[in-house]
């Protein structure tokens, strides 16, 4: 079983996986706080999908720079229920993220298509105005609603 251990991957959240009561509502359990680690990523930025209440991942001016959370240790289970969050517009990708001061590879949920975008997308803005807005229209833990 060493095997599966080895397959544990990291995932960068940008998004609304950077709230708690997102994340729980997607495995079902509230993530321990030593599975998370703040980090950030270059030459990218977020914006919010035009018509929906949550954001995608763009290419951006390589200063550019997203504050996230790393994500640690998960597991198949868990990775199947967050790819089935993200539905069939997104798709995981490799990517650098720097977390205390190291550089660590991780993944990250990119749109596969051209999403219509709107403007910057601010996680503490959403946070406090459109959480609510976005489990109610938006989210579905079988795929987040279409823009």
Do not use: H
């Not at 980090?39 to 977020?46: P, R, W």
């Not at 990775?79 to 991780?106: F, K, P, S, W």
Request: net charge negative; glycine share 6%.
């Amino acid at each position: 079983m060493p095997e599966d251990k080895d397959r544990r991957a990291s995932l960068f959240f940008y998004g609304t996986l950077k709230a708690a009561e997102v994340r729980e509502a997607v495995l079902g359990y509230k993530v321990p706080e030593n599975r998370l680690v703040g980090a950030t990523l270059s030459g990218f930025e977020v914006r919010r999908v035009a018509g929906t209440f949550y954001p995608m991942i763009v290419t951006a001016q390589p200063e550019a720079v997203i504050e996230g959370v790393l994500l640690t240790g998960i597991d198949k289970q868990e990775l199947d229920r967050l790819d089935r969050l993200e539905g069939v517009n997104y798709q995981r990708i490799d990517v650098e993220v720097e977390c205390d001061g190291q550089m660590r590879t991780a993944q990250l949920y990119k749109p596969i298509n051209k999403l219509p975008a709107a403007e910057l997308w601010d996680f503490a803005n959403w946070y406090k105005k459109d959480l609510d807005n976005f489990l109610s229209q938006d989210f579905d833990p079988d795929g987040v609603r279409r823009p």
